[in-house]
């Protein structure tokens, strides 16, 4: 069993920056392979990034390649999404997922079993 909870969303203004957390709790967490996907009203959930159980490897979407950064620290039980030079689009709830171990595509959401309540991130213009 996991569970998430994500906090850190909020209101920013275009090229700042913003921090999401996600604290998860269970015995899988440290073998469980972490991402960040995002919903824009009226639109489908999107991938955004995501990193390998060992936090060896990291994944992510063409349009936060650069600007994003997910990190985690499995003896805290925990993920991070760091967001730098935010831009209007990417204005979502922004949820954390975890997935027990897989040969679907990372950015697939279908392959994540634990989904976190999500977090508003709106950024201004």
């Known amino acids: 069993q996991v569970q998430l909870v994500e906090s850190g969303g909020g209101l920013v203004q275009a090229g700042g920056s913003l921090g999401l957390s996600c604290a998860a709790s269970g015995r899988t967490f440290s073998r469980a392979g972490m991402g960040w996907f995002r919903q824009a009203p009226g639109k489908e959930r999107e991938f955004v990034a995501a990193?390998?159980?060992?936090?060896?490897?990291?994944y992510y979407a063409d349009s936060v390649k650069g600007r994003f950064t997910i990190s985690r620290d499995n003896s805290k039980n925990t993920v991070w999404l760091q967001m730098n030079s935010l831009k209007s689009e990417d204005t979502a709830v922004y949820y954390c997922?975890?997935?027990?171990?897989?040969?679907?595509?990372?950015?697939?959401?279908?392959?994540?079993?634990?989904w976190g309540q999500g977090t508003q991130v709106t950024v201004s213009s």
């Open positions: 997922a975890a997935r027990d171990p897989t040969n679907l595509s990372y950015r697939d959401s279908i392959s994540y079993n634990y």
């Open positions: 990193i390998t159980w060992t936090g060896g490897s990291s």
